[in-house]
């Protein structure tokens, strides 16, 4: 990727790296996600780029229903990190009915077809 | 809108069509019957409206879409898309629009063929980049997690929910023009496929066809017209996000600042809304927003719908028509949620007319609980 410039290009590059970044303020000290050019606590400009912890809890969660032919059922929820951002994502390796509120989860870099996403697996106690 | 505009504008007309399957028909055909309709109920004729209020879900210019289809060449339009709550925004911008004297006849108008040509929710909207590789699935995901988030903070049961979706084809069962009218048990509700967990597709809206249309025209001619004016006391919107995963708090919505403002203006408190009718896209929705707009406490939504408390007889008429769940949903409901409250203040409401209506409340709902516009409509005897 020849230009790294933009806020969503940064957290994409960092995702194909195996390395999940989070953006934070420089003024008001604050994280947010998604990326963007602003914060949009404080609409401060300066953003510096920090690697996540990957600590996180679930902060409410579904199942899609669908048909097995077409895969089955999945996960999906919202996940609050612990720097304080949330962001949409999907508990892997138990069942989709499993991932219940408040459950401690660690983040990974997996994939959508080709492309790296931020995933969740049960933390380990 | 402040006080400032309180009853200034004043609803004449209103119609619609297309409801249940309009076979054959396109979206803009429903919305121009629709239009007729409501020009029809007011005496008026197309060639009479110089303000269009539109927007719909085929086009990226729907209002001049919509203007050249009817033949109209409007001096005033607004077209902006807020989901199913524009329709109820557009009360504003009308007002504001009569008020200025920027045009003399307010359309607001939509029309949706989605059932027939497509069987599901018709949208024009890309997945947003940081959710879509999740493949939630637009919208009952974002409400099912909303729902889940405040069974888990305040016990809100399955079962209540259910109950909203019962209360609601309560109602529907005596209106000939709702789409869905046979009976529902809680367990019906309980025992339906699981779509999206904690909802069943019993807790989602109706998929069907079909458009609504309001005339309204400046307070001051507003008795000149064949059916009693309901004027528009109050009307406020508030704007929270417009990706669910970026909802600050899964159990509050922004009705509780549109609600807040809409109340004000109008001069008047929950307690003295005598008709209830809320864009009910999903159980959660009626739940969320009887709480956002102050007729119960935060927490307490689940108890005040259960067991009928919203339904026939009950304590407060919530959703007089059967609402989205079980009337008419094509797409956004917002517009039916006025027509509604409308009806049940003029005395001609569909299904069961409630007795000696003065002053209803209509709240719209867009996106993913991401836009909310509250407005209180009341009779000539609330000026
Ligand atoms: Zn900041």
Known sequence: MPNTKGPDQIFQRALAEQEILLPKCDDCGAFHFF??????????????WQRASGKGRVHTT???????????????????????VRMMSRVEGIAPGDVVIDMAVTAFVGAAEDTPIVLFRPAEV | ???????????????????????????????????????????LKLSDVDGLFCTMMEDSMPALMAAEYLGIQPRFIDGTMSGGSSFVNYLTSATMALDAGLCDVALIVYGSNQRTASGKLVTASRPPAYEAPYNPRYPIS?????????????????????????AARAWARHNPEAFERGPLTREDVLGARMVGDPLTVR???????????????????????????????????????????????????????????????????????????LYDAFTINTILFL??????????????????RIAPDGVLPVNTNGGGLSCVHPGMYGIFTVIEAARQIRGDAPGIQLNDIDVALAHGNGGVLSSQVTAILGSQATL
């Open chain 2, 203 to 277: 807790d989602c809206c109706l998929v069907t066809d079909g458009g609504g249309a309001i005339v309204l025209v400046r307070a001051d001619r507003a008795r000149d017209f064949p059916k009693p004016p309901v004027y528009v006391l109050g009307s406020a919107a508030q704007s929270a996000h417009r990706q669910i995963s970026q909802m600050k708090d899964f159990t509050v919505t922004a009705a509780r600042e549109s609600g807040k403002r809409a109340f004000a203006a109008a001069g008047v408190s929950p307690g003295d809304i005598q008709a209830v009718e």
């Open chain 1, 35 to 48: 990326p963007r050019v602003l914060c949009p606590h404080c609409h401060g400009t300066a953003i510096s």
């Open chain 2, 1 to 43: 809108m402040t006080d400032q505009l309180r009853g200034k504008s004043a609803i004449v007309g209103t119609g619609h069509a297309g409801f249940g399957e309009a076979h054959g028909l396109t979206s803009f055909d429903v919305m121009a019957q629709s239009a007729l309709a409501a020009l029809g109920d007011a005496g």
């Open chain 2, 291 to 308: 709480e956002d707009l102050g007729f119960c406490a935060k927490g307490e939504g689940g108890a005040f719908v259960e067991g009928g």
């Open chain 1, 62 to 84: 579904t199942v899609v229903r669908r048909k097995p032919e077409r895969g089955g059922d999945y996960n999906v929820c919202m996940v609050e990190l612990e720097e304080g």
């Open chain 2, 142 to 166: 974002g409400y099912a997690m909303a729902a889940a988030r405040h069974m888990h903070e305040y016990g809100t049961t399955r079962e209540q929910l259910a109950d909203v979706a019962v």
